[in-house]
């Protein structure tokens, strides 16, 4: 399955999350939502990535959005990777893949010639009415938080 486009309805989910709380498409309707996949908590890239939308956190706030990391990792790994490095933006546990296969980022890789299933670091724009207003697949974590905020901004 490949990333879901603009225009497509974005599939709804309920995944955990840290403190017990759960995660809901539904629960943001009429709000933007940032919804970004990463591969694993407490790498470097995941890392940069999981800071730089955490410490625009209000902006995108002020902006009418509400950011969203999803990976693989257990709720308890969730946890510790944010407590360590101040994360203030929701991270979300998938650790079944349903969600990360529906939205088209579970994906077949290759690393030194092995081939695995792992997330393709991927982020959506969803609008208010939870349809797909954007996509950034194959994500440089580099600026990528600061360009997504500018879509945002836009979107208004």
């Known amino acids: 399955m490949s ?19 759960t995660l809901s498409l539904k629960d943001y309707s009429g709000k933007k939502v940032v919804l970004y996949f ?36 257990p709720v308890k790994k969730h946890g510790k990777f944010a407590a360590k490095h101040n994360l203030t933006v929701a991270l979300g546990s998938d650790e079944s893949t349903e969600m990360l296969q529906r939205y ?24 208010p009415d939870g349809k797909i207003l954007q996509t950034w697949a194959g994500v440089k974590v580099k600026g990528h938080a600061e360009e997504v905020l500018a879509a945002v901004k836009a979107a208004s």
Do not use: H
């Open 3 to 21: 990333e879901l486009q603009p225009g497509e309805l974005a599939p709804d989910f309920e995944i955990p999350a840290d403190g017990g709380v």
């Open 38 to 73: 990463y591969p694993k908590a407490d790498t470097p890239a995941c890392t940069t990535e999981a800071v730089d939308f955490s410490a625009l956190k209000a902006d995108f706030e002020k902006a009418g959005a509400v950011v969203i990391g999803v990976s693989p990792d």
């Open 104 to 127: 088209g980022v579970w994906q077949e890789k290759s690393m030194y010639g092995k081939k695995y299933m792992g997330v393709a670091r991927t982020t959506y724009l969803i609008g």
